[in-house]
């Protein structure tokens, strides 16, 4: 009884800990959209802002850092959650219509969730291996008028620019139930809040994924 207990007590640390690098992930989106939608406004502000962003200390050497291990615990987290729930239900679903009693989203969010990484792997490689390199091998890091350039070069190209397009989708499908989740974990259940919640799920999951189709498909249109 007391393993049992202990193996219960675990899961729900984990599950609430998994919410919690998604509340960060959530807040991160928020304003990682916002500095991309400012390409939309203006090439001056959108440098302004990145310069900022990719040469401020706190931002590089303390918020990045945070930022690179959330995305990582996130990722691991996930899967051992999804090991954790295949172990508890041997039989899959064998006795109920798991259609019926659950979403589609709540059921495959490690497959959104491996589309979404897998989405981080290219977008990595686009953006940010060669801010490294620039920074920290070329030493440079007092161009502060090359971002908005280097991003509308990044979306001449239409096969990348599908490829994000349809990240996006999968990145909208994975929070319409990864937000409304995580407050589930952290203890948000009373009646009153929950419809609220799935109001600002559904808004969330819709209107940021389509910001970034905006950034891309603009950047690809318009240049
Ligand atoms: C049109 C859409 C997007 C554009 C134009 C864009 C642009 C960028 C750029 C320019 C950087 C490099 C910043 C730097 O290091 O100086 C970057 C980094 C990054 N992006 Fe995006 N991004 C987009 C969508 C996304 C999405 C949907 C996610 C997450 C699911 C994401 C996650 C990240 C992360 C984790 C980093 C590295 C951290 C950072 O340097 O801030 N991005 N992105």
Known sequence: MGTQNGVLKSSIARKIA???????LLFFLLQHLAINALSLISADLFNAASHFMGTNP???????????????????????????????????????????????????????????????????????????????????????DRYFEELQHKFHDPIRVGLYVLSFVFLSLHLMHGFQSA???????SSSFTPMIKKLATIYAIVVPLGFVIVALYHFLVQ
């Open 183 to 189: 407050f589930q974990s952290v203890g948000f259940r």
């Open 58 to 144: 706190l931002v590089q050497f303390a918020l990045q850092p945070v930022l690179a291990f959330g995305v990582f615990f996130h990722l691991i987290m996930g899967m051992v959650l999804e090991l954790q729930n295949r172990a508890a239900r041997p039989v899959q679903y064998s006795y109920s219509k798991p259609e019926a009693n659950s979403t589609w989203m709540s059921r495959n969010m490690i497959i959104t969730g491996i589309m979404v990484m897998l989405f981080l792997g290219l977008h990595f490689y686009d953006f940010w291996l060669p801010e490294l390199k620039m920074k920290f091998i070329d030493g440079i890091w007092n161009i502060e």
């Open 18 to 24: 998994m919410a919690l690098s998604g509340f960060f």
